[in-house]
């Protein structure tokens, strides 16, 4: 009975071990320990080669001139070395830096060699350069970047003279017009363009004859030479510069139609002044008038069989007879005419 006692005591002294004493009457919920797994290391990455591009070696040619006829074009080609498949190339043409065209083309075989070749061409040239080509290719996986600019390329305007038929004419006469010169738009320099190449050289203060000079041509190129009305802000009118000896019928504050005129001589001067047409008479009269508008008393715009370079009328304000009914046509009644020194 003793040694039984004893083994119980040595029992309940292991259980309380067991149990914690804060525990007492609560459940317990056994804990897992945490493990931490390292991770394996990692390995580098293997290197690879870094594919080397193909090299490119630009060529360009414009023409071994410097300079392209006015209403010519510029054709320009190139070659590309090595060639690679695939590759292509931007084309620019541009005047005073100003871009006119760009495009990017395939560059195609050259058969029998390592190139590649391309070209453009720009449409007809009127105004003055310099202008430029530019072939570039842009850097690619596949081969490096190239580049090459032409030389600066001008364009020429030649000499016209009486008697001419071109193309070229035809574009002076273009220009003519568009700068408010009344001329026919031809090929031929006949009368009508002669008329507008004085009513040019008078505006300008030139000599009064009827040879178109290369400067002529490059200044109406550039949108110069016009007539500058004195009263741009009058509306639709008619002014009269007796020191330049021209007629111009101004619209929308431009010198619409410039016309060669001869006004009242030293001894007949034409009278100054702002006045409006309030007569018309078509076909002759007994003076030999053509055509008449008239503005003031007898001062009238007609046309006539002698119309100089210089001040030779009685008064009135002579226009040539080829002119006088397309003029007679758009001055109607109530028209304003402005004559000044």
């Not at 741009?232 to 019928?249: T, W």
């Not at 078509?282 to 003031?296: C, D, F, L, Q, V």
Request: proline share 9%.
């Amino acid at each position: 009975m003793k040694a039984r006692s004893i083994l119980l005591i040595a029992t309940v002294v292991t259980l309380a071990v067991v149990v914690p004493a804060g525990a007492a009457g609560q459940a317990v919920t056994p804990t897992t320990p945490t493990v931490t797994v390292s991770p394996p290391p990692q390995q580098a990455p293997t290197p690879t080669a870094k594919a080397n591009p193909a090299p490119a070696k630009v060529f360009l040619n414009v023409g071994s001139k410097n300079r392209i006829q006015v209403g010519g074009q510029i054709k320009a080609k190139g070659r590309i070395r090595p060639f690679v498949p695939g590759e292509k190339i931007q084309l620019r043409i541009a005047r005073q830096g100003k871009v006119l065209r760009k495009k990017h083309v395939a560059i195609k075989p050259v058969a029998h060699s390592n190139q590649g070749r391309f070209r453009i061409k720009s449409g007809k040239l009127i105004k003055p350069g310099p202008y430029r080509v530019t072939a570039l290719h842009k850097a690619t996986a596949a081969q490096d970047r190239g580049r090459q600019v032409s030389k600066p390329l001008a364009v020429h305007y030649p000499d016209l003279d009486p008697g001419n038929t071109s193309s070229k004419v035809k574009i002076f006469t273009r220009l003519l017009a568009h700068q408010g010169y009344y001329t026919p738009r031809s090929r031929h320099y006949g009368s009508g363009v002669s008329r507008a190449v004085l009513a040019f050289r008078k505006v300008n203060r030139m000599a009064r004859t009827f040879n178109a000079t290369a400067g002529m041509f490059h200044a109406l190129a550039k949108g110069k030479g016009e007539f500058k009305p004195r009263y741009p802000g009058r509306g639709f009118h008619v002014e009269v510069d007796i020191s330049r000896q021209v007629m111009v019928i101004i619209n929308n504050g431009k010198a619409q139609y410039t016309i060669p005129a001869s006004t009242g001589a030293p001894a007949t001067p034409t009278i100054t002044g702002t006045y409006s047409v309030y007569s018309k008479s078509p076909g002759y009269n007994s003076e030999g008038m053509y055509y008449s508008s008239y503005w003031h008393g007898g001062y009238a715009i007609h046309g006539y069989h002698s119309v100089p370079t210089y001040n030779a009328s009685h008064g009135c304000v002579r226009i040539p007879i080829p002119d006088a009914i397309f003029v007679y046509n758009r001055l109607p009644i109530g028209t304003q005419v402005v004559v000044y020194p």
